[in-house]
């Protein structure tokens, strides 16, 4: 492991005394100055997910939010392609608002984790877990228990489930896709996979930033 070392010159009166100490880069790591660059890093990115999520076309032509759709998701999607293509525009057009309606709750909880982070985690992301990953199992389930319901509220109030229902009606698509003799997507469920697609994408956003910005940030101290 790397050694850094830090040199400290302390005046006293007229004359100057050095005192130099050999950390290793864990100790700098754990450091309030590590913890520091860890918490802004994560932060901005935060931030910077929120401002893409606040933006209805910048959430749209995000790849990121794309790469999060939920498995049972894309396939409804990939059928309705089949049966009524503007339907799925539709859709991702009202998940977009709903991304929107959730950044106030969703902002305050990532950041009160950030904040809570300890010399542990950081430790954990100096040994090679990216941050964004400790961040996402500290706060994945609450997030999207916390955001669910405001989904479901805007997926209900646009009415995009009914919708979707009466395009796929006489299909054995659904049975299949959601088990048993179910022949109708749920708000709850299309509300859960939107929701897991809002969480997921975000954590895709932070993780993106954290990539662009760790090795200059974080370099000296190792990573």
């Known amino acids: 492991m790397k050694k850094y070392i830090i040199a400290a010159a302390l005046i006293i009166g007229t004359g100057a005394v050095i005192t130099t100490s050999v950390q290793s880069c864990t100790t700098l790591a754990t450091s309030d100055m590590g913890l520091s660059i860890i918490k802004r890093i994560l932060l901005n990115g935060i931030d910077k997910g929120m401002g893409i999520y606040g933006n209805k076309e910048a959430f749209l032509q995000n790849n990121m939010v794309d790469k999060a ?30 991304a929107a309606y959730t950044v106030n709750t969703s902002k305050p909880i990532l950041e009160g984790a950030v ?28 997030l999207i228990a916390a955001i669910a319901p405001k989904v479901d509220e805007k997926l209900n109030e646009y009415g995009i489930v009914k919708t979707i229902n009466s395009a796929l009606s006489g299909s054995n698509f659904l049975g299949s896709l959601l088990g048993g003799n179910k022949n109708t997507v749920n708000s709850g469920g299309l509300s ?16 993106d930033y954290e990539h662009q910005n760790s090795k200059s940030l974080l370099g000296p101290f190792g990573k």
């Open 69 to 98: 759709l939920p498995k049972e998701l894309r396939d409804i999607n990939s059928m309705l392609e089949k049966v009524a293509p503007s339907l799925v525009a539709k859709e991702r057009d009202y998940i977009a608002q709903a």
């Open 115 to 142: 904040n809570s982070l300890n010399a542990q985690d950081v430790t954990r992301i100096m040994q090679g877990t990216t941050a964004t990953q400790v961040l996402k199992e500290k706060t994945s389930q609450q």
């Open 192 to 207: 859960q996979l939107a929701s897991e697609q809002l969480v997921n994408g975000l954590f895709n956003i932070i993780e």
